[in-house]
């Protein structure tokens, strides 16, 4: 079907993803409008073959080598100078491509059976949470894509770590569930980018809205900050977060580690928009290992809230 021209949602480790044949522009041109995505953010080409690397990319640098053999089949996305083959649309006309090789069973004999690279962002419409079971998808994409290959809910729930292997280090630009200490492991030097690089469009994606919920989101800073709250205002709150909840918001989810909290992240917030809630809090975890990644979508949806 994804040879033919087709849009097949498929799950992968990290979230579901929406794809379609590099091979076949104009099926790439329907996913940006079946998501309402931007046609400047570019789409990450999803590999079942470590040597499809070979036919994607230009150059594929040493620390780039090294990463791709510690962390494939795997959540993690690398960068690299695209070759001829991959057309503008994947790319949004920049001259890099975003290359992973996912490591879920269903994503990789999905991947096998097409034959072909696979473009595939999240399979979410533009601006929602991305999507970490087939029910999300349904929801978000139902009439506007061709398949739904069904899985099991998502196992890290957050996307992808992404870095950027073009330059002299490793970049990362979007912290995920590969951690920069295990990326320092194997490429020493690795930084994250910063705010400027990040302005500056190094990923485009990071500059649009992202994985907000319609309820607002706010980052609790302590109990007393949703005791602020009238008893009938906390009656439509949630709460999301290790530790103890504070005293009477109906809808809450006590994660039990990190790693939970990143599972159940977005499909809380899709809860919540379905049940009507209109604030939810979400308790701060420490920014070490998955943290960061956490960190990093729950700031994110607290400011595309309060816009
Ligand atoms: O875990 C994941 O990465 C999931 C699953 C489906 O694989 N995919 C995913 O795709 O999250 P998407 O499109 O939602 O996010 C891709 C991110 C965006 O921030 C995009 O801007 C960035 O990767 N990106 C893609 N190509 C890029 C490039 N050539 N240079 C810089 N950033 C790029
Ligand atoms: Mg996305």
Same mark, same amino acid.
């Given at each position: 079907?994804?040879?033919?021209?087709?849009?097949?949602?498929? $799950?992968?480790?990290?979230?579901? +993803?929406? +794809?379609?044949?590099?091979?076949? $522009?104009?099926?790439?041109?329907?996913?940006?409008?079946?998501? +309402?995505? &931007?046609?400047?953010?570019?789409?990450?080409?999803?590999?079942?073959?470590?040597?499809?690397?070979?036919?994607?990319?230009?150059?594929?640098?040493?620390?780039?080598?090294?990463?791709?053999?510690?962390?494939? &089949?795997?959540?993690?996305?690398?960068?690299?100078?695209?070759?001829?083959?991959?057309?503008?649309?994947?790319?949004?006309?920049?001259?890099?491509?975003?290359?992973?090789?996912?490591?879920?069973?269903?994503?990789?004999?999905?991947?096998?059976?097409?034959?072909? &690279?696979?473009?595939?962002?999240?399979?979410?419409?533009s601006g929602r949470p991305s999507p970490t079971t087939w029910e999300a998808v349904w929801e978000d994409l139902v009439g506007r894509i061709d398949a739904i290959l069904i899985g099991p809910p998502s196992e890290v729930g957050l996307e992808s770590t992404v870095v950027d292997c073009t330059g002299a280090v490793p970049v990362i630009l979007r912290p995920g569930v590969i951690t920069r200490r295990m990326i320092e492991a194997v490429v020493p030097g690795t930084r994250y980018a910063g705010h400027k690089e990040q302005a500056q469009g190094r990923s485009p994606g990071l500059r649009h809205r992202h994985y907000a919920p319609r309820a607002r989101v706010v980052l609790e800073a302590s109990p007393q900050a949703v005791g602020d709250e009238s008893e009938e205002a906390r009656k439509r709150a949630a709460w999301i977060g290790i530790g103890r909840p504070p005293p009477g918001i109906s809808k809450v989810k006590r994660c039990r580690s990190v790693a939970e909290y990143a599972r159940t992240l977005f499909d809380f917030f899709r809860a919540c928009d379905r049940e009507g809630v209109e604030v939810i809090y979400c308790k701060p975890v420490r920014p070490r290992g998955l943290g960061v990644a956490l960190m990093d979508r729950l700031c994110r949806a607290a400011s595309a809230a309060s816009k």
């Open positions: 079907m994804v040879r033919s021209g087709g849009l097949v949602a498929f $799950p992968t480790e990290t979230v579901y +993803g929406l +794809g379609a044949s590099i091979e076949r $522009p104009e099926a790439v041109a329907r996913i940006f409008r079946a998501k +309402g995505r &931007p046609s400047d953010n570019p789409l990450i080409v999803h590999i079942a073959r470590r040597r499809d690397v070979r036919e994607l990319a230009s150059e594929v640098p040493l620390p780039a080598r090294r990463l791709m053999a510690a962390f494939w &089949p795997g959540p993690l996305t690398v960068i690299l100078k695209k070759a001829e083959r991959v057309p503008a649309v994947v790319t949004a006309n920049l001259d890099t491509v975003a290359i992973r090789m996912p490591s879920h069973p269903v994503a990789r004999a999905f991947l096998r059976a097409a034959g072909v &690279p696979v473009a595939a962002p999240s399979a979410n419409r």
